[in-house]
């Protein structure tokens, strides 16, 4: 797999308290906009980044930002 799947082509809004969290790269993830190990054997690994306060933000579903963990509007072209 070198391509993420598209999971949604919009992304989810999530407010985050401060702390490290694992965003989904590949796609197969059942616990969408994070990791939850579906990735295994794909090639692809999550993204960790870190909240330093507590904010919403706009993580990316369809995982092809060039902002990621973060929706950039990219889904917009898919
Ligand atoms: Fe991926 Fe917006 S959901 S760029």
């Known amino acids: 797999m070198t391509e993420p799947k598209i999971f949604d082509k919009k992304p989810s809004r999530v407010t985050l308290e401060p702390g490290t969290y694992h965003w989904c790269a590949c796609g ?5 906009p994070f990791c939850s190990g579906a990735h ?4 692809i690994t999550p993204l960790a980044f870190t909240i330093e306060e507590k ?3 706009w993580l990316c579903n369809c995982k092809h930002s060039a902002n990621k963990p973060f929706c950039d509007g ?3 072209t898919l």
């Open 55 to 57: 904010k919403e933000v």
């Open 28 to 32: 197969l993830s059942t616990n969408q």
């Open 74 to 76: 990219t889904h917009k």
């Open 40 to 43: 295994k054997g794909t090639g």
